[in-house]
């Protein structure tokens, strides 16, 4: 190699040392030990997040501009570790008084602390009224439900409240119990009518049949035939026209109308 290319050779290698030394100057005045001074700053009882980046004060203290400070825990509460709120909640069977206290529930005679620990419910065969748990006065004919706000007991099938005592449901012949909690106590039987308090045979008419419905005589003509007087009369059907949907009635057919009995073109 030559003496002039040697020279060249040494110069650029200087240059390449000398922007690597620079290079690394700037990178430390723009990164000043980032790592280091990111741990110096997270605070006494806290510890760095798991994602992204910040910290959080550990169970049992609340962040307090750049620190942490103790949570101040009631008797009868726990840490909840959450980062608002108060950071504390009460134990089960105690109730949070003005955010500062916990206090136990009053659990009255005859009652029992419910499943999610913040309210009381009476025992079986007791009712509550206001604070306390009074006992259910069954009536004979009755049994217990579990409806504790209300009377807390029914009545057996064919026995009626009244007032408090379960009284006998005076079925008529030819009825029965409907078991309804609502309405009618009985119904008649199929092929009877309800006439005040019994039941009555319905009068079927030749070309009828017994119709379940509440409202009418109990009975409907056959298809073909309409009510009148008390009897199913066949239709009389005119030329151009077909009984309805109902079967008891009769229209006429499209492009014609009603004329006196009969059905003419439009």
């Known amino acids: 190699m030559t003496s002039g290319r040697k020279a060249t050779?040494?110069?650029?290698?200087?240059?390449?040392?000398?922007?690597?030394?620079?290079?690394?100057?700037?990178?430390?005045?723009a990164f000043p030990v980032f790592a280091q001074d990111?741990?110096?700053?997270?605070?006494?009882?806290?510890?760095?997040?798991?994602?992204?980046?910040?910290?959080?004060?550990t169970t049992g203290y609340r962040a307090d501009g750049n620190s942490c400070v103790r949570i101040d825990l009631p008797e009868n509460a726990y840490f909840t570790g959450r980062n608002y709120g108060n950071g504390w909640e009460c134990k089960r069977g105690y109730t949070?008084?003005?955010?500062?206290?916990?206090?136990?529930?009053?659990?009255?005679?005859?009652?029992?602390?419910?499943?999610s620990g913040y309210d009381w419910a009476c025992d079986r065969g007791f009712r509550r009224q206001r604070d306390a748990c009074i006992r259910i006065v069954l009536p004979e004919n009755?049994?217990?439900?579990?409806?504790?706000?209300?009377?807390?007991?029914?009545?057996?099938?064919?026995?009626?409240?009244?007032?408090?005592?379960c009284v006998p449901i005076a079925v008529p012949e030819n009825g029965y119990l409907t078991n309804a909690e609502f309405g009618a106590d009985w119904a008649c039987e199929r092929g009877f009518s309800k006439r005040g308090d019994s039941c009555e045979a319905i009068a079927l008419p030749v070309n009828a049949y017994l119709d379940p419905a509440s409202s009418g005589p109990g009975w409907r003509c056959e298809r073909g035939f309409a009510p009148r007087g008390g009897a199913c009369v066949e239709l009389?059907?005119?030329?151009?026209?077909h009984i309805?949907?109902?079967g008891n009635k009769w229209r006429c057919d499209r492009g014609f109308r009603y004329a006196g009995g009969d059905c003419s073109l439009e």
């Open 38 to 57: 990111e741990t110096d700053q997270i605070p006494a009882n806290a510890k760095a997040r798991s994602y992204g980046s910040g910290w959080d004060c």
């Open 236 to 241: 009389d059907v005119p030329e151009n026209a």
């Open 244 to 246: 309805d949907r109902s």
């Open 96 to 115: 949070e008084i003005s955010g500062i206290h916990c206090q136990a529930i009053p659990i009255p005679d005859n009652a029992f602390l419910r499943s």
């Open 142 to 165: 009755a049994y217990l439900t579990e409806e504790r706000s209300d009377t807390g007991w029914v009545c057996e099938r064919g026995y009626v409240q009244h007032d408090s005592t």
């Open 9 to 29: 050779l040494a110069a650029l290698i200087r240059r390449m040392a000398w922007a690597s030394a620079v290079a690394g100057v700037l990178a430390a005045l």
